[in-house]
């Protein structure tokens, strides 16, 4: 796999680095047994644990508070989508489109989730160190230059509403996934109209990708 090369990865187990880009979609349509969320599962741990180690270290005087709101800039949807797509992981996703069985923020959801899948699989096979050495290259350049991946967008849109007297309000659409992996899409109404969907892996981060869609359908950047 040349995605391997890149981060100089020889693999003990090469299985463990094709389930790690096999979505579920794939399996079922080839009668596969195994997809990559158990990996994502791990994989999203080890993330929280080194950004939170790196960021304890970068930050010695941060409060605890400070530290988990700066953690989640990095470690957000958004932000797992962009490294994805920066460093080619997203280019390896097996997934089934031929059956109409995803929409298209499901879509989007699974360039974050490899991201987490193929730590996962970096971890069991090449150990805790590999993994901080891959993190090292891909999501540390990110905290070191202070990149802004998540904003209160919904504080922006309240303001608005509450400026031009109308109520913003949100409601799920759908959510999917395991239980302890779900993947949420919200909808922003504004006086009971729609402008914008979101997706994410919290409610509240779905909400604020809608409230995003919102602020630029109005125009308001």
Known sequence: ???????????????????????????????????YERLEF???????????????NKHPHYSEGKLTKLRA???????LIVYSHEFG???????????????????????ADV???????????QGLEKAKEFLTMTVFPYIDSNKVFFHDYK????????AVDKEVSYELIEEHGAPHNK???????????DFGHGVGKSKKEAEQVAACKAIENLRLR
Request: glycine share 4%.
């Open 115 to 125: 991201f987490e899948s193929f730590l996962g699989a970096i971890y069991l096979d």
């Open 183 to 193: 993947t949420f899409v919200m909808k922003i109404l504004i006086d009971g109209v």
């Open 89 to 111: 992981l997203d280019k390896c996703i097996k997934l089934n489109l031929e059956d109409n069985a995803l929409s298209d923020n499901e879509v989007i959801s699974i360039t």
């Open 73 to 79: 800039n990095y470690v957000c949807q958004n932000a």
């Open 1 to 35: 796999m040349e995605l391997l090369d890149k981060f100089d990865i020889t693999p003990n187990n090469e299985e463990l680095y094709e389930i790690a880009f096999t979505h579920s979609s794939y399996s079922a349509k080839y009668n596969l047994d195994y997809d």
């Open 155 to 162: 504080s922006k849109i309240k303001e608005y509403g509450d």
């Open 42 to 56: 791990l994989g999203d741990s080890v993330l929280n644990m080194l950004t939170s180690e790196f960021l304890q």
